[in-house]
């Protein structure tokens, strides 16, 4: 039996709300609701890829499995997308599940769909903010119409305000550098949450004396979430979290 992209989206519209799917991401009374955007952006090896696995791997494990079992369309518009990391990660929670409880296996209930695609434009930075602001409008109807919750990663570009005598200082960004959405602001004004992610480096010292420093990589989360009580005001409410990566995929600390 087929289905349409109507009928589709009319099913995901009948889907669980998304509140619970990381509670120590989001502020406030949690994550996203009905028609709502969660962006993740930042420089390039921040971690959003991992984070959005992350986000993945709560949508699509079973209830059993400490997951919230709902259906996910996934987009890959760069080929980014590694499904063996996904699939590793998804592996991983369904044994660390099997091994506390007796019950069956639930693979059967894992299921997604996924749709690579490449949006056109070019080098010409005209042409592609013409044509994301044709994509935030199809999406913003979207949104109202069917109530779905979308995720999307992009990246953000860097601008340096401290004029060119800041490059004689060190090489690693400063709080002089301010990090911006990358895309277009007709996609901007439809983001509720923004996940804003960084990189940095921790080091701990050695059990053993007179050995090297072992160094490991964690990771920092912004959100910044816009709620309204009413359609003319709007209060914005602010979270920090850090995480580490391991084979399992986020580990927040």
Avoid at 92 to 107: I, K, Q, T, V
Avoid at 228 to 245: N, P, Q, V
Wanted: some cysteine; charged content about 25%.
């Amino acid at each position: 039996m087929t289905e349409s992209g109507a009928q589709l989206f009319a099913r995901l519209e009948a889907r669980r709300c998304l509140k619970d799917i990381e509670k120590k991401l989001f502020p406030g009374d949690g994550g996203p609701e009905h028609g709502e955007v969660v962006e993740l952006y930042g420089p390039e090896g921040t971690g959003k890829t991992e984070l959005l696995y992350h986000l993945l791997s709560r949508c699509l494990l079973p209830l059993s499995a400490g997951g919230l079992e709902v259906d996910v369309v996934f987009m890959d518009t760069d080929y980014s997308l590694d499904m063996l990391r996904l699939v590793s990660i998804l592996d991983s929670r369904l044994n660390a599940a099997r091994s506390s409880s007796s019950s069956g296996s639930d693979e059967e209930l894992i299921s997604a769909f996924y749709w690579p695609d490449r949006c056109e434009g070019g080098t010409s930075i005209t042409k592609q903010e013409e044509k994301l602001s044709k994509c935030a409008e199809l999406l913003g109807r979207l949104l109202r119409d069917y109530r779905i919750t979308v995720f999307a990663t992009c990246h953000a570009i860097r601008r340096n305000y401290s004029g060119p005598s800041s490059f004689s200082s060190s090489s690693s960004s400063s709080s002089s550098d301010i990090d911006r959405p990358y895309l277009c602001r007709p996609w901007q004004r439809l983001v509720t949450h923004r996940l804003l992610c960084s990189r940095q480096e921790t080091t701990n010292m050695a059990a053993n004396n007179n050995r090297e420093p072992k160094r490991h990589q964690m990771f920092t989360v912004h959100c910044t979430s816009s709620s309204s009580s009413s359609s003319s005001s709007k209060t914005k409410l602010y979270r920090s979290s850090s995480f580490c990566i391991t084979d399992a995929g986020v580990e927040f600390i």
